[in-house]
């Protein structure tokens, strides 16, 4: 038993959650992961979790697993994403940090995660917001000795106005689009033909052209489907004619 799990803490990062799949893909079953759980070679932290005695594991460790040993579509994704890229200069509420994680579509994350008290609120939501995500529409976080996955700069600001319900959300999402002004049209272009929702869409190209950004210049709005007929996104405000829908009156929007 002792090489398996000699093997095993070779191969496991540090920092990180090894879930039982894990384990017992690595030739540690359920039997031998209690018996080095009472040695002192594993902490258990949950049901089907466990961490290394001496690690000190973050919620990007805990991330981790959920992503490459449970193969789930979750990810650091809508304003959390932005933030971590360093796009966004919001400042939370509170000891701990918010962090949005978005799962692509319905899925349950275990309750082992749900349930630990991490360095941070977790958020959780699924959305189905696209019908195909390009690979430019991922990107990487670097945690040090491991990475995790997040949505792209592009990507997230359209999970963060999916996510938006009140005026102070649209708003902020408004704000946000103000400072992104390098995203990547091609990735705009296939995101926004790809996505489900008609309010993210008319919601993106209205908060981008109003940011005037050069970009904007290089979508094609013709092959976005913008559905048809009115939309209250904004509760008061204006009516858009073009796009259809109520924004923020000019006294509202922030100045750009």
């Not at 109003?210 to 210049?217: G, I, N």
């Amino acid at each position: 038993m002792a090489p398996k799990i000699y093997s095993l803490l070779e191969k496991w990062p540090k920092g990180t959650v090894a879930t039982m799949k894990f384990l017992a893909d690595s030739g540690v079953d359920h039997k031998s992961a209690s018996y080095h759980s009472g040695e002192g070679k594993l902490s258990r932290l949950g049901s089907g979790a466990y961490v290394r005695p001496s690690d000190e594991v973050r919620w990007q460790g805990g991330l981790y697993p959920l992503q490459t040993q449970l193969s789930l579509t979750v990810h650091v994704g809508a304003r959390s994403a932005l933030e971590l890229l360093g796009l966004s200069h919001y400042l939370p509420m509170g000891k701990k940090p918010l962090i949005f994680l978005v799962s692509d579509k319905k899925e349950h994350l275990p309750a082992w995660f749900t349930r630990h008290e991490w360095d941070a609120r977790i958020n959780h939501r699924c959305l189905s917001l696209f019908t195909g995500i390009p690979e430019t529409a991922s990107t990487s976080l670097d945690c040090g000795g491991f990475t995790v996955k997040a949505s792209s700069a592009e990507r997230a600001i359209m999970e963060t106005m999916s996510l938006a319900r009140t005026n102070h959300e649209i708003e902020h999402s408004h704000t946000l689009m103000e400072g992104l002004i390098t995203l990547r049209p091609d990735v705009v272009q296939e995101l926004l033909t790809a996505c489900t929702s008609v309010k993210v869409k008319r919601l993106f190209l209205w908060s981008a052209e109003t940011s005037e950004h050069a970009w904007f210049s290089r979508l094609d709005p013709s092959k976005v489907d913008l559905g048809k007929g009115k939309r209250q996104i904004y509760q008061g405000g204006v009516y858009d004619q073009k796009y259809k829908m109520t924004i923020p009156a000019p006294e509202e929007q922030p100045d750009v």
